[in-house]
């Protein structure tokens, strides 16, 4: 199948860990930038990618990439383009324009501009004078920075966080893909205990038992490229049944969640049975400040209230407190926590953070604070 070249979008601070999902599936040369992976594969390939990566927003297809000045240099420059390559006669093909820092500065008419030089090359390719837009999507995407556009159709559709398996989200709850990326950045693996004790809907916890099991996170969706005649069904179909057959059973796993609010735990359970993991879990109603732990080695992930969004400053404090008090002496034990309160280090004294990566919740600014807990015996981290 042809060669291309694709850009899986991410959010800033999950580069490294997108980038190493890639690697995984076998892809080499991989260029990353703020937010961006850039990478060569085949056509054949966009079925996998949308299948199974965790932490990436979206996977593009690339088009093009030059420079633009003027609006009729990026008019002549697009039209010059071979969409009929991609973009069938009654393609669904919307624009959609960014652009930072350029001399073009007007998103609204790059979109028209765009949209425009499209219409009139499919217009010349087909011989026709109107398109009914009524079949597969095609959303192309133009990006401007510095004065460089670059021209994509995205292959996902829908963002790659909607895995198909969260229908209620509870009070405040964390995208599947950093979810994801926070248990990819801790030193959890699936032999190992893990517990987030304000669990929400379950998030952390469903895509730690997804990772474990190998379950594929974009089993339960389509997605865009799945209509495109260009790629085919039996591709698809194909790569859907690898993802089913490399299902792990793995009925041994130790993952915990806890939440003082009862809706949250009937949510979590919820959602947990929709992704397919209800029996790795446990979810049981409880105040953090009842957590009672006897184990001596373990990892909690864990995203409280901000005091921003929920509860208030008390209640957060009362929080910090109570993990305070039950992991200080637990030297076994690592501790995950985002949260953008630049405050939880004050109260957590079992020491300072080995690390602590900046990360983005949405358009909320967070730290994802690390403490490294002590390698139990005879067990790897
Ligand atoms: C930011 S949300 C967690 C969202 C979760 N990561 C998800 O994806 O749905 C914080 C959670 O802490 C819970 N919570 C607040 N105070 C608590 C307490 N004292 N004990 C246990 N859970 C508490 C809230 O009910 C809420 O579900």
């Not at 919307?94 to 499209?118: G, H, W």
């Not at 893990?194 to 969706?221: F, H, Q, V, Y």
């Not at 003082?260 to 953090?288: C, L, P």
């Not at 109570?322 to 004294?349: C, E, V």
Request: charged share 30%; proline share 4%.
């Amino acid at each position: 199948m042809e060669q291309i070249t694709l850009i899986a979008i991410t959010k800033f601070g999950l580069e490294t860990v997108v980038k190493n999902e890639i690697t995984e599936l076998g892809f080499e040369n991989l260029r990353v930038s703020d937010g961006k992976i850039e990478f060569d594969a085949e056509l054949s390939d966009i079925p996998r990618l949308n299948l199974w990566l965790r932490c990436a927003d979206r996977v593009l297809l690339k088009i093009a990439e030059f420079k633009a000045f003027t609006f009729d240099e990026l008019y002549e420059k697009t039209k010059t383009l071979p969409w009929e390559q991609w973009i069938p006669v009654d393609g669904e093909f919307p624009v959609d324009a960014k652009t930072v820092k350029s001399t073009l500065q007007s998103s609204k008419t790059c979109q028209s501009i765009v949209k425009k030089a499209v219409v009139d090359r499919l217009m010349d390719h087909y011989a026709v004078d109107s398109f009914s837009e009524t079949g597969s999507l095609y959303s192309i995407k133009i990006s401007i920075r510095d004065d460089i556009a670059q021209l994509t159709i995205d292959t996902s559709g829908v963002g790659l966080h909607k895995r198909g398996y969260r229908e209620e989200g509870g009070d405040a709850p964390l995208k599947e893909t950093l979810a994801a990326a926070l248990v990819k950045l801790s030193f959890w693996a699936k032999d190992r205990l893990l517990i987030d004790p304000l669990c929400g809907s379950g998030t952390i916890l469903i895509e730690a038992a997804m990772i474990a099991r190998n379950i594929a996170p974009g089993l339960k969706r389509t997605f865009a490229a799945e209509e495109w005649p260009l790629i085919g069904s039996d591709v698809w179909q194909a790569a859907r049944r690898a993802a089913q057959d490399a299902k792990l059973v793995n009925d041994d796993l130790q993952i915990f969640g806890y939440d003082i609010d009862a809706v949250s735990v009937k949510t979590a359970r919820f959602n947990a049975n929709k992704a397919g993991v209800s029996r790795n879990i446990s979810f049981e109603q409880k105040d953090v400040k009842e957590l009672w732990i006897d184990r001596q080695y373990g990892v909690l992930i864990s995203n409280p209230p901000y005091g921003r969004r929920m509860a208030n400053y008390r209640e957060l404090n009362a929080i910090y407190i109570a993990l305070n008090k039950t992991f200080r002496k637990k030297n076994g034990w690592s501790i995950y926590i985002l949260t953008a309160d630049s405050k939880f280090p004050d109260y957590f004294k079992r020491a300072r953070p080995n690390r602590v990566r900046k990360l983005y919740n949405g358009n909320i600014k967070v730290n994802y604070y690390q403490y490294y807990g002590e390698k139990p015996p005879n067990e790897g981290v």
